[in-house]
Nanobody, 112 residues
Framework: QVQLVESGGGLVQPGGSLKLVCAAS????????MSWYRQAPGKERTLVAFIGGVTNDIEYTDSVKGRFTISRDNAKNVVYLQMNDLKTEDTGVYYC?????WGQGTQVTVSS
């Protein structure tokens, strides 16, 4: 069955870094565009970044450009989100998505 499992979240001070990991299984990973979304408390889930399957095209939402980097390892069926210079507004639950299935999410809290 298709499964996405996120990890790597935690509590970090403003200006700090975290690296999120999404481990995928049950589908032809390298063909799929993989995305990271986040949901802040009391707000809707929004797209953070995506990376294409075959083309490896990458896009970021404006608020994270220059701070976050999405990447993938097709040999390991993993997609990463390196988050640097974190801000309090980056707080939320981060989810991985393959266009059809969501992971369970990982909590990122940026606070002093």
């Amino acid at each position: 069955q298709v499964q996405l499992v996120e990890s790597g979240g935690g509590l970090v001070q403003p200006g700090g870094s975290l690296k999120l990991v999404c481990a995928a299984s049950g589908f032809n990973f390298h063909f799929y565009t993989m995305s990271w979304y986040r949901q802040a408390p009391g707000k809707e889930r929004t797209l953070v970044a995506f990376i294409g399957g075959v083309t490896n095209d990458i896009e970021y939402t404006d608020s994270v450009k220059g701070r976050f980097t999405i990447s993938r390892d097709n040999a390991k069926n993993v997609v990463y989100l390196q988050m640097n210079d974190l801000k309090t507004e980056d707080t939320g639950v981060y989810y991985c998505n393959n266009g059809a299935v969501w992971g369970q999410g990982t909590q990122v809290t940026v606070s002093s």
